[in-house]
């Protein structure tokens, strides 16, 4: 669930206040850690991130990336659907099922990996190259070029909102901020990408970066340095099944298809082919 704007802002608060921190102690529940941790390196995920020292946290697609000083490996964290850290006072309530924590010199904090259905990943590495799929993620959607994105676009033919979640196409963009571009572009997320004029591509691009930059600084705000929430309350779409379209008042539709649900304006998204589709459709 978190895609780039959240994950983006995760990057900066996490950067901020983990830098320099050294782990006193790594704690792994013995029931989800084996499960979310991926220790690529064969020398031990708890002997090695003791003692090390957050140095700093970069962002590709869906994954945080840590390094550490004087260290030849990465913690490589992609959260999946239901990932989150918590950086919070021991004391604090979880944020939901705990997994791994990260124990600091000063005891006044600790680093909580939290994820209710266990879908997320640590990969400690020495090469990020190792990590699957890493190596096939297109550059980060915030930094494709209106010629790029059209001529990356080009290899794919399907559904163009299916095309937009791709990390392979662009990556950092997931099933909700797929639906808030596609309305912000006024494009129908069945449409075909081989039915999209080339204005209608260049208005994909254009919206992509502003939904992308806006959301970023809504989920700042509304985030703060809390980084386990999911500040949501401002999308147009997604999730808003019933409500009125912001932009014409009409009732937005809902549909659920291999197990995502899809959310748009029937007046604002004209067209696209609804073939076969099973589950919920409202309005
Ligand atoms: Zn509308």
């Known amino acids: 669930m978190p895609e780039l704007p959240e994950l983006e802002v995760v990057r900066e608060v996490l950067g901020r206040r983990l830098r320099g921190r050294l782990i006193k102690a790594v704690t792994v529940a013995p029931r989800g850690g084996p499960i979310v941790i991926r220790d690529l390196t064969g020398q031990g995920f708890i002997r090695l991130l ?3 020292t957050f140095e700093a946290v970069a962002r590709r697609g869906k994954f945080l990336l840590f390094t550490f000083a004087d ?3 990465t913690l490589a964290v992609n959260p999946k659907l239901t990932g989150r850290f918590q950086l919070c006072p021991p004391r604090e309530p979880k944020a939901g099922p705990v997994h791994v924590v990260f124990h600091f010199k000063s005891p006044t904090e600790e680093l909580r990996y939290v994820d209710a259905k266990r879908m997320g990943q640590l990969y400690l590495t020495q090469d990020l190259g190792a990590i699957p799929t890493f190596g096939e993620m ?4 915030l930094e494709v070029s209106p010629e790029e994105f059209r001529s990356r676009l080009r290899p794919f033919r399907g559904e163009i909102k299916g095309v937009l979640t791709r990390a392979q196409f662009v990556a950092g963009i997931g099933n909700a901020y797929a639906d808030e571009i596609l309305w912000h572009a006024q494009i129908h997320p069945y449409r075909k990408r081989t039915s999209l004029t080339s204005e209608e591509i260049d208005r994909l691009h254009d919206s992509m970066r502003t939904t992308l930059i806006e959301s970023t600084e809504k989920v ?3 985030m703060g340095e809390a980084v386990h929430l999911k500040p949501r309350e401002f999308f147009a779409v997604h999730m808003r099944a019933g409500e009125a379209c912001p932009r014409c008042g009409t009732s937005i539709s809902s549909i659920t298809a291999n197990q995502r649900i899809t959310n748009f304006c029937r007046t ?3 067209g696209g082919l609804i073939r076969g589709m ?3 459709q409202t309005s």
């Open 50 to 52: 003791t003692a090390a």
């Open 138 to 141: 297109g550059p980060d959607a």
């Open 220 to 222: 700042r705000q509304e």
């Open 71 to 73: 260290a030849p490996f």
């Open 278 to 280: 099973t589950g919920a």
């Open 268 to 270: 604002c998204q004209p």
